[in-house]
């Protein structure tokens, strides 16, 4: 069971710690709190726990529906480019530390991730071999496939949120816009990415 434990968080951090939306507002957020990445990776916990059970229980064809995937496309990209576009103009005040974005961490986890297709689509292709080999091992495996995998996100986005937070005070002022400008296009860029994949569904 260790080499399989072993090769589910080496593909959970592969995932996690790809730059994405749920990466984008845990910079964003860690600015205000350094508990910021715990309520993220809560919130993306809220969404995926219910997607793993349903991978468990065979029901992950339904985001194979074409109809289902157009919706998260359009949905979520125009969410993402809504988010990313309220970081960008509100940048200043944020990081002048006079104010927070209009959602709280625990939202913008299950936001950035309920979402997110290809996180969804993740599941239904990768994590649905992860959870087939976890019943190898019975629901003991399965139980330690779920611990293991948020364990990565809890840990991965927690140190990113502390590391935000602890290092903004070093940085020149001119310089501590810059974060929430990169985020901020960063949403916009998966949001536009995410709409670019649904209207090629649609025609």
């Known amino acids: 069971m260790v080499p399989f434990l072993g090769s589910v968080a080496v593909i959970s951090l592969s995932g996690v710690m ?3 939306p749920v990466f984008a507002v845990t910079v964003a ?17 809220l969404v995926e ?3 793993i059970l349903l991978v468990y229980f065979g029901l992950a064809r339904f985001f194979d529906h074409e109809p289902v995937q157009t919706g998260l496309f359009l ?13 960008f103009r509100a940048r200043s005040r944020l990081a002048e530390g006079g104010r927070d974005l209009p959602y709280n961490s625990v ?6 991730s309920g979402l997110n297709p290809f996180f ?5 292709v990768v994590g649905s071999v992860l959870v087939m080999k976890s019943l190898a091992f019975g629901l003991i495996g399965f139980a330690l496939l779920i611990i293991v995998h948020l364990s990565c996100d809890f840990g991965w986005l927690s140190f990113i949120s502390n590391i935000v937070h602890r290092t903004k005070s070093f940085w020149k002022a001119k310089y501590r816009n810059v974060p929430f400008i990169i985020c901020g296009w960063l949403l916009v860029g998966f949001g536009g990415w995410f709409l670019s994949s649904g209207i090629k569904l649609v025609v």
């Open 29 to 45: 957020k860690s600015y205000k709190s350094p508990f910021a990445g715990i309520k993220i990776a809560l919130g993306h916990a």
């Open 107 to 112: 939202v913008a986890g299950v936001v950035t």
């Open 49 to 51: 726990i219910p997607i």
């Open 120 to 124: 969804l689509l993740w599941w239904v």
């Open 18 to 20: 790809m730059p994405g």
């Open 75 to 87: 949905g979520g990209g125009a969410l993402l480019i809504w988010m990313g576009i309220g970081m």
